[in-house]
């Protein structure tokens, strides 16, 4: 076993990490978790992998990195939540080196996406898939027939006027201190915007509040079927495995 890919989920407060088990779609191991450095220098995240890697001496095989940025081939080019300091990082080169063994980076959403279509609760469908991530920010992924289209970033459509994360994001309901009712109605808003440029066959709503989807999913009132994620907060860390391996197969 100790030769599963790894999955690192980046996030604001912690970092996390397991050992996945890519024909189950679940951890193979005990998941770690690091708070995260403040500031979250490249150089400073790396080392917090460097301690959760350091669990799996054994282990050989790719690690896949998720993190709240637009990632183009390794390459981060987007900071709205993280340190500045990542625009124009080569994450996947700078953790390479730092880890001793391959590391491929992508977007959260788009791993946490992934992971819903291959195991979770958009598995079997077809047609556009469209994954959201609510949480400090939107985050968003595209997937058609099985196929991500990365970095969509749709938690920054400009909505009424505003960036839509700062209005619709969990952080929003929490700063505020929203009823579910007055989230829901932003987020009425929100997805009914996404529904009328993409025409989406399904929407899975993810992030650490899926869990409470009972609270406020009834009450977002669009066409689309909208569910909320099965892998909640494994999600992140199985798709960057996932990616991972994919990756290091040429696919
Ligand atoms: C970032 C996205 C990220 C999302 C969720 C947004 O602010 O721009 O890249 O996927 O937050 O973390």
């Known amino acids: 076993m100790s030769n599963d890919p790894f999955g690192i989920d980046f996030g604001g407060t912690g970092i ?56 183009r081939h390794g390459m981060v080019s987007s900071a709205a939540n993280i340190d500045p300091s990542w625009i124009g990082t080569d994450a996947d080169a700078v953790f390479t080196e730092a880890l001793g063994r391959e590391v491929h980076v992508v977007n959260d959403a788009d791993a946490a996406g992934l992971a819903e279509v291959e195991y979770g609760a958009a598995r079997g469908r077809t047609g556009l898939v469209i994954v959201t991530t609510l949480g400090t920010g939107i985050g968003s992924a595209l997937i058609h027939d099985d196929v991500l289209v990365p970095n969509s970033e749709l938690g920054h459509l400009e909505i009424e006027g505003y960036d839509a994360e700062s209005r619709a994001a969990n952080s929003a309901r929490e700063k505020e201190e929203l009823s579910w009712e007055d989230w829901a109605e932003r987020l009425t808003t929100y997805y009914r915007t996404v529904e009328r440029l993409f025409s989406p066959e399904l929407i899975v709503v993810g992030g650490g509040v899926s869990k409470s989807f009972d609270k406020f999913g009834h009450l977002i009132d669009i066409e689309t079927e909208i569910v909320p994620a099965k892998l909640r907060n494994k999600a992140g860390i199985i798709g960057a495995a996932l990616v991972a391996t994919r990756a290091a197969h040429g696919a």
Do not use: M, W, Y
């Open 16 to 71: 996390k990490g397991a050992p996945v088990d890519l024909d189950a779609g679940d951890f193979a191991g005990e998941r770690f978790k690091i708070s995260t450095p403040k500031p979250a220098t490249p150089e400073a995240v790396a080392q917090v992998f460097r301690d959760l890697v350091g669990h799996f001496p054994a282990s050989t095989s790719p690690v896949g990195v998720t993190v709240p940025a637009v990632v």
